[in-house]
């Protein structure tokens, strides 16, 4: 457990007495009280995560979340899921508008039924460029971390990677509101804002986990979408190419 202000490690945020009464414990670091997001509603925690404040950050991440020696919560693997199947959405509005595919508003449920052979044909490459294209953002920010580590010779308490990897999967929760135009008709620019949103929430959480400041951490983020950028590029353009897992796309109709 961490003071969600200075970021010390304590070993309890609270003391529990009889009757349920709970008292806050003091931080010996900052002398400031250790965790008061225990005792706020998810209402204040959730507006406080979209303000980028690092301290309801701290108390997610490391007082919330059981903790993880190795690996990752079964929750933030779903929560992962969740986002890729959000961000395949996205890059299919992207597709369609850009190649005027034809659309159809169903009067009856609302519901949006495409009937271009060619973006039924394009699902599983948008849902594979999405996985491929996460992995290798993490992969990037992990490789960037790694060598920040090495150059600033940072002995960094309670440091593990796999909570490097929760951090960015937790902190990239702004790719939920891509829902949203599920339901109403935004203007495109709004996934744009989205992606931009979840950047910076990256970097707070980068900020959190490796105890940087904000411009290290957003050189660290930069690395991993560079790498990202070329990595997933390549790679599957390599899939396309040697293997044909696109059914009936041709490898030249693929746009990056």
Known sequence: MLCVHCGHPITQTYRKFQGGQIRL???????????????????????????????????????????QDKFIQKIIIQLAIVMILFITYSKMVF????????????ECDNAIKIFSRKVKDKLFYFILESAVE?????????????????????????????????????????QLFLILPMIWNYNINF?????YFVIISNIVAICVVVEANFLKSGLIVMFGLLFKYF?????????????????SIPTSEINF
């Open 191 to 195: 996934f744009k804002i989205i992606d």
């Open 95 to 106: 597709d369609q508008r850009s190649e005027d595919c034809s659309i159809l508003y169903n």
């Open 134 to 174: 996460m992995i290798a953002y993490i992969t990037g920010i992990l490789f960037a971390i790694r060598i920040y580590l090495f150059l600033f010779f940072r002995n960094i308490i309670l440091f593990k990677y796999n909570y490097v990897v929760i951090a960015l999967i937790f902190s990239s929760f702004g």
């Open 231 to 247: 990595s997933s590029k390549y790679s599957i353009n390599w899939l396309a190419n040697n293997f044909g897992i696109f059914g």
């Open 25 to 67: 414990n003091i931080c010996p670091h900052c002398h400031h009280r250790a965790d008061e997001y225990i005792e706020l509603d998810n209402v204040v925690k959730f507006l406080d995560l979209i303000l980028l404040k690092k301290e309801v950050y701290r108390h997610i991440l490391f007082n919330h979340f059981d903790y």
